[in-house]
Every structure is written in C-alpha cells, then in structure tokens.
C-alpha cells in the first residue's frame, strides 16, 4: 500500500511561485510514475506533469501539460521519496486544488486518471490577479 501526502500549497499573487511537495510511504517496483493533476471547482481533475522513476534511479522522462510547459518542472528525490513540483509565472488559471498520483508504468498515457492507483488528499493552490 502507498500513502501519498501533498504540501506546499497556499495564497500566491500572480507572476509568483510555489513549490508543491508529494512525499510517499511504502513500497514500489519496478518502473513509476508519479504525476500531479489539478481541479478547479466546477471542473473536471486535469493533467498538469508527471516523471518516472525507479527505487535505482530517481528520474527519468516527463512529460507536462501544455498549459504549464516552460512554467513548471516536476522532480523528484530518491532519498527523501518525495515528488516536488516547482510553479513559476503563476496565473490566477492555475488556481485548483493540486493532486499527486501514483501508479505503475504500464500501457496507459500518462495524462490519463486510470493510470494512477494511488492519490493524495490534495493542496490548495490560490493564485489572485
């Protein structure tokens, strides 16, 4: 069983950043992937980024929504098993309340919900103009 928890979220002005953590507990193998999606009230959970990793390598491919691209850069640290996703140029849009999942690399795009088993309890992001 994998428990998923986010932090870091908060009240930022437009043009500025935060920096969202996912820290993880339990076990994994082989090939990972964990992603971040948001949802906006009234909205359905979108894809925002996602990495892959293993318990031997801490970072492999990403892959980011197009919204996000040259604004955002997920990572990840194999010590501290924790996912983080650096938001810069924030845009009253990004407002949502950010999710972490995760699930195991298998035949599913990334963007796609039905890939992760796994969910945290999500971080409020609040961007104001």
């Known amino acids: 069983q994998v428990q998923l928890v986010e932090s870091g979220g908060g009240l930022v002005q437009a043009g500025g950043s935060l920096r969202l953590s996912c820290a993880a507990s339990g076990r994994t193998s082989g090939t990972v992937v964990t992603s971040w999606f948001r949802q906006a009230p009234g909205k359905e959970r979108e894809f925002v980024a996602a990495?892959?990793?293993?318990?031997?390598?801490?970072?492999?491919?990403?892959q980011y929504a197009d919204s996000v691209k040259g604004r955002f850069t997920i990572s990840r640290d194999n010590a501290r098993n924790t996912v983080y996703l650096q938001m810069n140029s924030l845009k009253p849009d990004d407002t949502a309340v950010y999710y972490c999942?995760?699930?195991?690399?298998?035949?599913?795009?990334?963007?796609?919900?039905?890939?992760?088993?796994?969910w945290g309890q999500g971080t409020q992001v609040t961007v104001s103009s």
């Open positions: 999942g995760q699930g195991g690399a298998r035949g599913i795009p990334w963007d796609h919900i039905g890939l992760y088993d796994y």
């Open positions: 990495i892959s990793w293993s318990d031997v390598w801490s970072g492999g491919s990403t």
